[in-house]
């Protein structure tokens, strides 16, 4: 089985969950992982499933002002100009039949905040004509800008294999 893992990360949490996913996907094939960025530029071959991510900003999906609002709170160079969203809202639409599945980070820790870019992310897979393999998945952090709370890479890591066995499951016995 072929996946793709596309994630946006301002502060490298949502990098590392894609990585911990990634990891549990390889229990079952091959896997490519790119950043947003990379994946705007590539006309990549299509895979068995694709799974998406990214950080929730303002209750969903970044845009190009929450992106700017995070440059500012870190060193580290922050894509500006496409996350998510622009990306997701430029694809065309994919054959009946095509997997995918969202995930996404949020403040979980000093207090809860609302929000689910998961979610928006689902809801354009679904648009696109994708049919998810699980339901949106968050992962969290503590504060704005991170760590990943305690736990979250090797839930992210297990969910990845679940992915993987589901999707590998199935095409067998489509066969
Ligand atoms: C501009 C901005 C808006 C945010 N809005 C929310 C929000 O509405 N809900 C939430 O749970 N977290 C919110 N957060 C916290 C982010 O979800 C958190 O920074 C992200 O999960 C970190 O992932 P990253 O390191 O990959 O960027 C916000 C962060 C920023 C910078």
Known sequence: MRS????????GNTAAIAEAIA???RTHGTVEIL????????????????????????????????????????????VVDIGIREWLDAALPVAAGSRAAAFGTKTGKPSWMPGSAARGAAKRLRRLGYQL?????????????????????ARAQAWGELLAFTEHDRIAHLH
Request: glycine share 10%; hydrophobic share 40%; with cysteine.
């Open 133 to 153: 393999t699980d339901d949106p998945m968050n992962f969290l952090v503590d504060g704005m800008t991170g760590p990943l709370s305690e736990g979250e890479l």
């Open 35 to 78: 950043n947003v960025c990379e994946a705007a530029s590539t006309s990549a071959p299509t895979v068995d499933l694709l799974v998406v991510g990214g950080p929730t900003h303002a209750l969903g999906l970044s845009r190009q002002r929450t992106r700017l609002d995070a440059a500012g709170r870190t060193e580290a160079p922050v």
């Open 4 to 11: 793709r893992v596309v994630y946006e990360s301002m502060f």
């Open 23 to 25: 990891t549990g996907l």
